[in-house]
């Protein structure tokens, strides 16, 4: 009697097991079945919202359903990256971030903080970009070139009011970098994302902000603003009179602004695969190629470990940046 009990409990459970394994194999296979919600945690006229407006485009086409860009800034980006931290992993809430997501949380350790989150609450799916950033100032500006403004940075310390994203942000973080190698002390002036920076520097209310070439390419080529170098381990192609922050010998500053696609940390593996694989079919699309081209874009796709391995080293770098910067009060 205790065998038979036992043998009609154990088909019981293998016959549920089977059931849930094929039911979330159909859910998966049937993905996605409603619109997505990819969170972009800047406001839209920066980098990352160029990327996700773009990526999101060409997903629709890869699944038939709505990909809708929902922008949740604030706090540097902690805000939005935290709402994808808290969503279902069902594949239906998606982050496209820069390297805020590794910087946030180191900066947050070194004074002491709980992080409102880390890079363990999420699933790395692609890089779609690693951009250079451009520093730029007003083309009515009294600098011609980056040693310029240098040498009177060093006679008017904290009198060359600059904009950026926030404390240890993406933008923040490699004007610190070089302004530290070339012993100078700017002012830093916060702002929401890349979009109300840029707008700070167009209206006169800062001298100075960061940029990648899809976001201050078209000002600099209407003549509005003057591009003093670039965070690139080489020239640009678009901006071959820029020298880089190498160049001008400061060894340590290249600087990166990447942006990536990102699920919760729970999502089922076989769910994550398949999403990866759309997301490499989306690059592919000739109107997404061209789309990024446009802006300036330079496609540096990877995915599963590839892309882990580039975070891993990222984050290693940052931590060294911002430990080298020190505390920001």
Do not use: C
């Not at 520093?135 to 240098?150: G, Q, S």
């Not at 190498?246 to 999502?267: I, R």
């Amino acid at each position: 009697m205790n065998k038979v009990f036992f043998y009609k409990s154990l088909m019981a459970i293998v016959v549920f097991l089977m059931t849930s394994v094929s039911s979330l194999a159909i859910a998966q296979n049937d993905f996605p079945s409603k619109p997505i919600n990819l969170i972009s945690p800047y406001p839209p006229g920066g980098a990352v919202d160029q990327a996700a407006r773009s990526i999101a485009q060409s997903l629709f086409k890869v699944w038939n359903q709505p990909v809708v860009v929902n922008t949740k800034p604030g706090a540097g980006g902690a805000i939005g990256i935290l709402a994808v931290a808290n969503a279902s992993p069902d594949g239906y809430t998606l982050l496209v971030t820069a390297p805020a997501i590794l910087s946030v949380p180191i900066s947050d350790r070194m004074f002491n903080k709980t992080p409102s989150f880390d890079r363990a609450q999420f699933t790395p799916l692609a890089l779609l970009s690693a951009e250079p950033v451009l520093f730029v100032v007003k083309a009515d500006a009294p600098w011609k070139n980056f040693e310029e403004l240098v040498s009177y940075a060093k006679k008017n310390p904290d009198k060359v009011p600059y904009s950026s994203t926030g404390n240890y942000s993406n933008l923040h973080l490699p004007v610190e970098m070089i302004a530290h190698a070339s012993a100078i002390k700017l002012q830093h002036i916060p702002y929401s994302g890349g979009g109300p920076a840029l707008t700070a520097v167009l209206g006169g209310q800062v001298a100075m902000t960061a940029g990648v070439p899809g976001v201050v390419g078209p000002q600099i080529k209407a003549g509005t603003l003057r591009p003093l170098l670039i965070t690139s381990a080489k020239r640009h192609p678009q901006f071959p009179d820029v020298p880089t922050a190498v160049e001008l010998g400061y060894k340590n500053a290249e600087f990166y602004l990447w942006a990536g696609l990102f699920a919760p940390a729970k999502t089922p593996d076989a769910l994550v695969q398949k999403i990866r694989k759309d997301i490499g079919r989306a690059v592919q699309d000739p109107e997404y190629i061209q789309m990024t081209e446009k802006m300036g874009v330079l496609i540096d796709y990877r995915d599963g470990k590839d892309f882990d391995d580039f975070l891993n080293k990222d984050q290693e770098r940052l931590s060294n940046t911002i430990k080298g910067i020190g505390k920001i009060e």
